[in-house]
DNA sequence: CGGGTGACTATAA
DNA sequence: TTTATAGCCACCC
């Protein structure tokens, strides 16, 4: 599991994330106590397994956009799931709506 | 201990 | 609006 405390809040506040909404990585790490932490955050996605309940696909980058490769197959499914939830993705960005909770 | 890396950001041009 | 630079921080050689 998580050999930094850090990474339990990180997936505490993730899972916070209501449904229809985003965050971004900035923002995930400040509310889990590290400031500056965004980096962190990302790693913690990256290392995710397939399989989890997280609702990773609702962080996204401070500029609205999924931070994918926009030809990864993780890209295709987060932006997906989004849709799936109401989430508005237009010309590759969130609409800003939905940017904060 | 030092250097490279990445699902980040803010700022400047 | 896009690109470049510079901080950022955990992790892996």
């Given at each position: ?5 850090a990474?339990?809040?990180?997936w505490?506040?993730i899972?916070?994330?209501p ?8 923002q ?14 990302g ?11 997280l609702?990773?696909?609702r962080?996204i980058n401070a500029s609205?956009k999924?931070?994918l ?8 499914k987060q ?11 237009m010309?590759?960005?969130?609409s ?6």
């Amino acid at each position: 599991m998580a050999q930094n405390p850090a990474y339990e809040m990180i997936w505490q506040v993730i899972g916070a994330i209501p449904t229809g909404r985003v965050a971004t990585y900035g923002q995930i790490a400040e509310l889990a106590g590290i400031p500056g932490g965004a980096r962190m955050v990302g790693r913690c996605l990256s290392q995710l397994p397939v399989d989890s309940q997280l609702p990773w696909f609702r962080v996204i980058n401070a500029s609205g956009k999924i931070s994918l490769p926009i030809d990864s197959e993780g890209y295709k499914k987060q932006h997906e799931l989004l849709q799936e939830e109401g989430v508005v993705v237009m010309n590759g960005r969130i609409s800003l709506a939905k940017f904060r909770w």
